[in-house]
């Protein structure tokens, strides 16, 4: 599912960012505009989801779903050693609601 970044309002922050070098980004598909459910994680129970886009109010959906981009560190992968970091990996600070994060790691 595409996210739709120009309905993006906010983004909900679960954890602090500060303590990650970098975050994994995904986009669920959600029934909610607002709010976090674990059960959007696709199953993935290692996924610590740090931070999550909310969506305006009058957002269309299709069959009452949408995309919704959300940000996880992965538990049992992460985080890769010396300054590696995964292909989907984002820079935390850089994570903004309505526009794309900056890709790499922070320290």
Do not use: C
């Not at 309002?9 to 598909?29: G, M």
Request: net charge positive; no cysteine.
């Amino acid at each position: 599912m595409i996210p739709q970044l120009n309905r993006e309002t906010q983004i909900l922050w679960l954890d602090d960012a500060a303590k990650f070098p970098y975050l994994r980004e995904k986009v669920a598909t959600a029934t909610a505009r607002h709010g976090w459910r674990k059960a959007w994680r696709d199953g993935h129970d290692n996924y610590h989801v740090v931070a999550v886009a909310e969506m305006t109010s009058d957002l269309h959906s299709v069959h009452r779903r949408f995309g919704r981009r959300y940000w996880y560190f992965d538990l049992k992968k992460d985080p890769y050693p010396d300054d590696d970091f995964p292909s989907e990996a984002k820079v935390p600070s850089t994570i903004l609601a309505g526009k794309m994060a900056r890709s790499g790691r922070a320290f």
